[in-house]
């Protein structure tokens, strides 16, 4: 069973930041929290993954709480192209595997 | 640098019949993890390969196999299939040392 809880869907303007919430209560300290999206009928991409600072990269920004029970994915300038489900998963070097959720759909409009 | 590449994109196949899908990951990418995705289940991890020996391994009945040759390609393979076993087959590779995982464009297969 996945171990993130992230709203199934919302909605973003066209050109507004996208801030997609991700709670992950059960995290334990070696493991990375990472974000995918997935655009339809196409394989997951990459977007970003951090421990317990905040990231950022030519995508995405990723925001970590303190206590890292929770994260935000946050996509700066939304557009048409980033309608996407976005999943969030925690991931533990040594167990090798990554649980997916049912992710957020993320529907950009103009 | 290419992708990881995923041979058949569609394949149909009929009851009681076998398939095998290949996956061809990126260049220096050592460990392949397969994954089936399914609109009622979401994506769910099938198993992970890494110098030809299989790692990890979900929670699927053993009509699900694969293994991984010396130049890291992969293949799955599942026998008897059943009419639950339609489902997009996607295919990951990582390089030694990292988790982040880069994605085909998956498998279609359709069982009738």
């Known amino acids: 069973d996945a171990k993130t809880t992230q709203p199934p869907s919302m909605d973003c303007a066209e050109g507004r930041a996208a801030n997609l919430p991700c709670n992950h209560s059960?995290?334990?300290?070696?493991?990375?929290v990472y974000w995918y999206r997935q655009i339809h009928s196409q394989g997951p991409q990459y977007i970003i993954h951090g421990l317990k600072n905040n990231e950022t990269n030519e995508m995405a920004s990723l925001i970590i709480t303190e206590d890292r029970k929770s994260s935000t994915l946050i996509l700066p300038h939304a557009t048409l192209r980033d309608t996407a489900v976005y999943y969030c998963?925690?991931?533990?070097?040594?167990?090798?595997?990554?649980?997916f959720g049912d992710g957020t759909t993320l529907t950009v409009k103009p | 640098k290419a992708g990881v590449t995923q041979t058949p994109r569609y394949l149909i196949k009929t009851r009681g019949q076998q398939v095998t899908l290949s996956c061809s990951p990126i260049?220096?990418?050592?460990?392949v993890s397969w994954y089936q995705q399914t609109p009622g289940q979401g994506l769910q991890f099938l198993f992970e390969y890494f110098s030809e020996t299989q790692r990890n391994k979900g929670n699927f009945p053993g009509r699900f196999s694969g293994r991984q040759f010396s130049n890291s390609r992969s293949e799955m393979n599942v026998s008897t299939l059943e009419l639950g076993d339609s489902a997009l087959y996607l295919c990951a590779s990582s390089l030694v040392g990292t988790d982040t995982q880069y994605f085909g464009p998956g498998t279609r297969l359709t069982v009738l």
């Open positions: 260049s220096g990418h050592r460990s």
């Open positions: 059960t995290i334990s300290g070696n493991e990375y």
């Open positions: 998963i925690e991931v533990n070097t040594n167990a090798g595997k990554s649980t």
